[in-house]
Every structure is written in C-alpha cells, then in structure tokens.
C-alpha cells in the first residue's frame, strides 16, 4: 500500500499519509522510519523541537544507500522552532536540521508556531512566562523562509499553528506563498472552517495529532479520542477496518493530509491501509457530529503572546 498525493500550490506533490515523528524516541525512531518505508510511507514529518532528527537522518541515509528508495521519492518536512524566528537565524537553522537529517534539502519547511521566544532563552518556558517571549513578527521570520526556498534548501515553505487572520495578514505581505498550514485536527477538533478558508487561499492543511494523541490522553487529560468510541469501532467493522483507520479515512475525505505518529509496526502499517474504503453520508454525519471544538494542543500557557493563534473561532 502507497499513499495518495495532493498537489500544492507551487505544483509539488505531498503524500497524503506521512509519518508523525514527535515523541518517537531517538532509540526507536530509525526502525519506525525503515518499517514505515516497507509499508509504503515516502512522508515523514520532523521537527528540530522533537530532538530525533540525527536518528531520523542515519535512518535515512541508510534507507537511500541502500538503494531501497531514491531520495527524490521522499518527502521530507521539518519545522524552524519559536527561539529562531529573527530573519537571520531562519536559513542558520534550516541548515543545522539539514546536518541532522544528512539532506542538502528538505521538502518543506515550516514556522512551526506564529509566536517567537527569545533567541537564549528556555525552549518551553512555561515558567518563565512572558520574560521568554520576543515580539519578532512571523512576517520577518517569513522573509527568512522565502530564502530557503531561493538557496534551494526547502523545496516549499509554510506555517503551522496559524489562523485565518494570521494567514491573511501573511498573504498580504508574502512573495512565496504558503504550501502547507499544519494544524491540529481530528473529529474532536474538525477544522472545517479552516480549512474551507485555507483552501479558498489554495493553501493545504495537514492535520496533525490526527488520533488525538491517544497514547497519552487518558494520563495528561485530553479531549477523549474519538478512535475509543465504540460507536467509530463499530462503523471501522462494516468495513474491516480499525477506529483509527475509519479517523484517519474521514480526515482524508475533507481534504487533508494526515500524520500520525506510532513506532509500532502494525500501526505503522494499519495507518497507511486508509485508501480502500469510503465512508457512507450516514457515518460521516456521525464523525461530524463528534466535533467539540476541543484542543490535545492549546499551549494555553502561552495565551498573552501576542501572536498567540488560538483566541480567534478559526
Ligand atoms: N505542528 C505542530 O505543532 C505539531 C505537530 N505534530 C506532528 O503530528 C504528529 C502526530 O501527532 P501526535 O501528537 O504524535 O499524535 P497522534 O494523534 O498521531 O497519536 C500518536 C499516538 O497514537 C498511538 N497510535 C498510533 N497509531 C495508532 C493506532 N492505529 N491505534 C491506536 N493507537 C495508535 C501512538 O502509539 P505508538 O507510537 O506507541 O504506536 C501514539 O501514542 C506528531 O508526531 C508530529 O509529527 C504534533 C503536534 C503538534
Ligand atoms: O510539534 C509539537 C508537538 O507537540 C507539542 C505539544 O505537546 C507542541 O508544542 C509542538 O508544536
């Protein structure tokens, strides 16, 4: 099984299905990435904050020598983290994530959040607070991102965590446009305002905890997934398939690229076997009617940033 892909705004390909790599710890990640080749992956979501690229990149390397896959087959994305957002710093840490990942480019890069911490201060302040903010505006940091692109270090660029008016404000100012918003979604969260909105903008959104990060929802107190509802399971069993399979096939069907994360094999495998069914008016209304508005990532903590995304409907 392959994934679909979905052309975007510049006219370059994006597999439907990516690997989610947050948390995928660095002992474990490089058998995750080579059984997620085998089961047909060719897109892989990282991120410097995640601390697993070196992995990731030796899994890489390994996987292209050895001639399985050739590197233009994959799609690589990564994400500038909030300590980085000054214009001058922007192409400096591509650059370190491309060390990591042992590739002279990736395939897209994004601002991982809209609001930016200072340079030398804490990577999470949540204690802190606001004396580890900066006000560097995104609109700066987007020149940096443009750069990217024209040092052919990042095939496309986009954002991550932005609203409408965020995106608006950017398409204003912008002379690349955004691929790519990464945002949460998944039926608790469905984003379909949004993603009316960001597709109106030809801008594709990939929806990220897209299993609502069920590992740890019970124990850190998120929003309860919706691949636990019986109800969700039932409908996966007309079609042989599994609550997480039916989520993530409803997620496709509004036009979104998903990435769920897992370094266990069979779920690796179970996650990319979404394309051979399609869920009838009846089911889908019942995943629509899940939608709670409710966040696995508010990062309320951060909520008197300035550039804070989430106190907007959309
Ligand atoms: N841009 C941003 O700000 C953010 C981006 N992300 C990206 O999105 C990716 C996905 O989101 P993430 O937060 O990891 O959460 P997910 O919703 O992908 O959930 C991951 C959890 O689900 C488990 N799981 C995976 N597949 C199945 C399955 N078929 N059945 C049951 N359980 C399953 C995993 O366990 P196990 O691994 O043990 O199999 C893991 O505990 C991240 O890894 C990251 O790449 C995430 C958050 C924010
Ligand atoms: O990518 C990410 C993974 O999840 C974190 C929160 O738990 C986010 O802050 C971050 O954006």
Redesign the pocket.
């Known amino acids: 099984m392959s994934s679909k892909v979905i052309t975007l705004n510049n006219g370059h390909k994006m597999p439907v299905v990516g690997l989610g790599t ?2 995928s710890s660095p002992g474990v990640v490089r058998q995750a990435i080579i059984d997620a080749i085998e089961a047909g992956y060719r897109h892989f979501d990282c ?1 410097w ?2 601390g697993n690229e070196t992995e990731i990149g030796d899994a890489l390397r390994e996987i292209i020598s050895s001639g399985k896959v050739k590197r233009e087959d994959l799609f690589i994305t990564s ?1 500038l983290w909030n300590n980085f957002h000054r214009k001058e710093k922007v192409v400096l840490m591509l650059k370190e994530t491309l060390s990591y990942l042992k590739l002279d480019y990736i395939d897209l890069f994004l601002v ?2 809209p609001f930016a911490f200072k340079e030398n201060g804490p990577l ?1 302040p949540i204690t802190e607070g606001a004396d580890a903010y900066s006000d560097t505006d995104y609109l700066e940091t987007w020149e940096g991102m443009e750069e990217c692109v024209k040092k052919g270090y990042a095939k496309s660029i986009g954002i ?2 932005f609203n409408s008016e965020q995106i608006d404000r950017l398409l204003k100012y912008c002379k690349i446009k955004p691929a790519v918003n990464q945002v949460e979604a998944n039926p608790n969260l469905n984003q379909k305002k949004l993603t009316k909105f960001c597709k109106e903008r030809e801008i594709v959104i990939t929806a ?2 897209p299993l609502g ?1 069920v590992g740890e929802a019970a124990e850190r107190g998120f929003p309860t997934p919706t691949v636990l509802d019986p109800k969700v399971a039932e409908i996966g069993e007309k079609y042989n398939k599994t609550p997480a399979q039916v989520v993530l096939n409803y997620l496709i069907s509004l036009g979104m690229v998903v990435i769920p994360k897992s370094v266990t094999k069979s779920r690796i495998i179970e996650n990319i076997n979404v394309f051979d069914f399609q869920l009838n008016p009846e089911e889908l209304a019942y995943l629509d009617s899940c939608n709670k508005d409710s966040r ?2 508010s ?1 309320d903590m951060f909520q008197d940033h300035k550039y804070y995304p989430f106190n907007l409907e959309f």
């Open positions: 947050y948390k991120a904050f995640y994400k991982h959040w999470w991550s965590n990220y905890c990060r696995v990532c990062l």
